[in-house]
Each structure stands twice: as C-alpha cells, then as structure tokens.
C-alpha cells in the first residue's frame, strides 16, 4: 500500500490528537508537575536555602509550608483564607481570584514576599506587593522585622474585612470523596498527609499512582472501612 | 515517466511552524501561569510535561517504581507512548515534521546553505562521519542512566530544546544556552548537528526505521541514478544506493521522494509493499 505524503500527515495528526484526546478521557494525560521543589539561594549569607523568589504561582500552600516550613495555619491566618476553602489545594495564583475585589493585588508576589519575611530570607519587594493586616499580625509576632521593613508594611497592609472574598472553585463535591477510582495521590491531594495514610493502611506509602480500592483488595483489606477513615481525615482538614 | 525539477511541498513547513508556535506559545504561557496570568483556552502545561522524550527517561523509574522523575508526569508517557507508535508506522516522522529544535536548525541552515553552497552540509569526511553518527547512543545511555539513578532531570542542564523555548526566563542552565548556541551555530555548516550526533530521542526514534511498517521504498528499474535524492536529504543518507530506507538516522522528511525532490514519478515512495523490491533485488 502507497501513501501520500498529505494523508501521512493527516493520519499523524489523527493518532497524535486522538491519541491525547482518548488519554484525557481516561485520566491519563495529567501534565501537572509532580516536582514543586523551589531552587535554592546559590550564594552568600544564605546560600543553600530556598528561595522566596523561585515560589510559583502553581505552587499549593501546602508546598510553600513543605518547602519554607511556615506553618500551614499561619498562611491560612495570614492570606485571610475562607474556612470552606481546602487550603493544602490552595494554589498561589488563585489568591488573585479569590481577592479579585482587593483594590490592591494579593497574589504570589504576596506569598513570596510574606514567605520572605516569616523566614528572614532575602527578596526584592516590588512597590505593588501588599499583605493583609493578619500577615503583618503574624511577622510581628513571630519575627524581628527591620526598621524598613516595618515602613514598607505601614503603607502596604490591607485590612482583612475590606476586602470581599471571591468564589473561586479550587475543588468540587466529588473531588473532595474517595471513590473506587481514587488513587493514593488523589488522597494526598485532598490534603491527607502521607503519615495519616501510612498510619491507617498499616503499612508503608505505596506508590501514589495505585488505586485505594485495588491497593486493599490486594492486601485483603476492607475497602469501606479505609474510605471512611480516609474520609474522615478529610472532612477534619475541610 | 515525467521527470521535472520539483520542490518539497509546503505542507511539512506549515506543519513545522504550526508546532514550533504551539510549543513556544504553552512554554511562554506556562511561565504567565505561575504568575496567574495565563492565556486562557491555551495549554499552560511545563515543557517537560508535553515532552515525550520524558516519558523515555522516567519509564525506569516508572516501572520499577510507578513513580515519575522529577518534573515528569503521566503526560510524558502517553505522548512517548504515541510517539513510538507513529514512528512504527511511519518512521522518526516527529524528527522531520513535528520537532521545534529540528526546525529551527533546519530553517538556519538555509542560510548556510546559501552562503556555503555545494559544501554546506559535507564538512565532515564521509569516514568520520559514519561512526560520529552513534554519538547519540552514548548520549541515550547516558541520560537513561544518570536520570534513572539520580531520579532527576540531568539533562535538563545541557538541554538546548528546553533553552530554545524558556531563555528567557532566567531557569535555563548556562550549560543549556551554550549547548543551544554551538547547535545553531553549527547549523549553519552541518543540517540538523544536534540530530545527527547528540538528540538521545532521535536515537530512539531512529531504531524504528530498520521496521516501520510505512517504509521509504526506491525503484531501482525507474530511478535514473540523478542522485538529487541523495542532495536533498538533511541526513546525508545515500537514497539512490538502496532499496529501501533502512538508515538509522533517516528522519521521514520525505524530502527524498517522487513526492518532492525526487523527479521521477513513482520511483522513491513511501509504501508497505516489499513486491517491487524483491524483485529488483534478486
């Protein structure tokens, strides 16, 4: 059989569309970066410590807490966080979506610039970077803050109940239940830590990829009874 | 049998530029999203979540582990999985179609080949040559092995693909920039360097053409021994002294066939049949 060279092309972009198309689907064409691990300062005082700066938007608070080791309940505090939002799913940039309304921005630039703070790392603030009262509430609290540094915030704080929170959709109803297709990743996801899983599998982290259901019925385990501990650990984090 | 002095289609070109903008476009869209500025309706996924190469260099860790090297994810194997696929069919034709950095080498090296002429491209002596041609297995095994023990992306610091799109966002190695400056630089002596003796995907894609089903198939009772098929190929494979086209480094730009330059109608093209073949071989 002879083939053009224009029904080659065609039938590869065929296979090469439909091929995605068939694995999104499936849930297998997942392009979310599995590594959230900011680079490190590469010289002077700070040298080896993670940066402020290289904090991404795509990154969850859960990261930032992981990676800066600012306690999850301060950036919630802090960034003036609804409590029906799942805070671990939080990413940085949706704080502009969910400030929409500020008349000044709150979005990464204030993670950064908080994160920067809380742990006496260096950053270059912009002028437009701003901090809600309750963050500032926490640094003074928590940290020695220069001279500078306190200027700056006078004119950059933003009071908690001037602003209105926005409904952002960081999740769903049924992201937030363990179903029989849910993964151990998903589990991690909805903000179980990796403890709390190994604490009620009994038993070392499996791979994230594998299935809870198809995890207990090969280790003979009662499927039920680890959805609703799962479950129940989630609705303490909600 | 009508020969004529033709050209390659412009249909691999449009196809060129249509990926190289959709691969430029998602990187440069990746780094707005990070800072909540992305342009909606348009992929904002990491360049090395849309690389299938990635899916080569995780399937270690994968299968032993089912977990993915740093930065990869499950996207990374399902394009390597459908890469391989159509290279099967049809050969490494995601080297010659679809891949931006071959593109861009290619695209320099008309200049090259404008202000070299005759020699651009036929720097190296034949003899070298032939062996520098497997330098790219050695850079395979490297980067298989080093990622596979070390779990993250070592190549990533002498990668020109993820330098050619991202260098400007201040994440690019320096070793990366200066692979990717010696690349086009290069370019302009020798068509596609960096696929010829370093792309470790290449590499892998390469195998395919010793099987793919959709093969490069000459006639030998029509072809009139021009050599203009051996002129046009960017690999400098010598079409016009085999059969059929089963040279490693060939990568499907087809520019060889009656379809483009060769000028004799039915005489170089891309078939399943081994009729023809075996009765001019035996």
Known sequence: MKIKQSTMA????????????????????????????????????FQGQYNPEEIKGSY???????????????????????????????????????????????????????????KGLPYEVSEDTYLFESAVEILKDKVNLSEEQVKYLETHTIKNDEVVVSNIDTSTEEENTINGQSTFKDALQLGITEEKIE???????????????????????????????????????? | MGTKQKKESKTRLIIQIIFFSLVGLI?????????????????????????????????????????FVQKLNQSSIVLMTISLFIAVLFGPIICGWICPLGSVQEWIGKIGKKVFKNKYNNFIPAKLDKYLRYT?????????????????????????????????????????????????????????????????????????NLFRVFKIKRNPSTCISCNICDKACPMNIEVSKVNTVKNHQCISCMKCTSEAYCPVKNTVEITTSNKEVKYNEN
């Not at chain 1, 065929?14 to 691990?37: P, R, W, Y």
């Open chain 2, 136 to 208: 790219r297995y050695g850079v395979l095994a490297w980067v298989v092995y080093v990622t596979a023990t070390t779990g993250k992306l070592i190549f990533l610091d002498v990668d020109p693909y993820y330098a050619l799109f991202n260098f400007y966002s201040g994440e690019v190695a320096i070793g990366s920039l200066i692979i990717l400056a010696i690349t086009l630089l290069i370019s302009l002596l020798i068509e596609r360097p960096w696929c010829k003796y370093a792309c470790p995907y290449g590499a892998v894609l390469g195998i395919s």
């Open chain 2, 27 to 67: 990187a440069f869209n990746h780094i707005l999203e990070e800072s909540g500025k992305a342009i909606p309706f348009l992929a904002s996924a990491s360049m090395h979540a849309v690389c299938p190469f990635g899916g080569v260099v995780t399937l270690y860790q994968f299968i032993t582990t089912g977990t």
């Open chain 1, 60 to 118: 969850t608070f859960e990261n930032v807490s992981q990676y800066f080791e600012v306690p999850i309940e301060d950036l919630t505090y802090a960034f003036n966080i609804p409590q029906d939002i799942n805070v671990s799913e939080l990413k940085n940039k949706d704080l502009k979506a969910l400030f929409e309304d500020s008349a000044f921005e709150i979005g990464n630039g204030s993670v950064k610039y908080f994160v920067s703070l809380y």
């Open chain 1, 199 to 238: 604490e009620i599998i009994n038993d070392d982290m499996p791979s994230d990829i594998i299935s809870i259901k198809d995890y207990c019925e090969d280790k003979g385990l009662s499927y039920s009874e680890i959805k609703g501990l799962l479950e129940e650990e989630v609705n303490k984090i909600n």
């Open chain 1, 10 to 45: 065609i039938a590869v972009g065929v296979i090469l569309v439909g091929g995605i198309l068939a694995s999104g689907s499936m849930n297998l064409f997942d392009t979310s970066c599995t590594d959230k691990e900011p680079a490190k300062i590469s010289e002077g005082e």
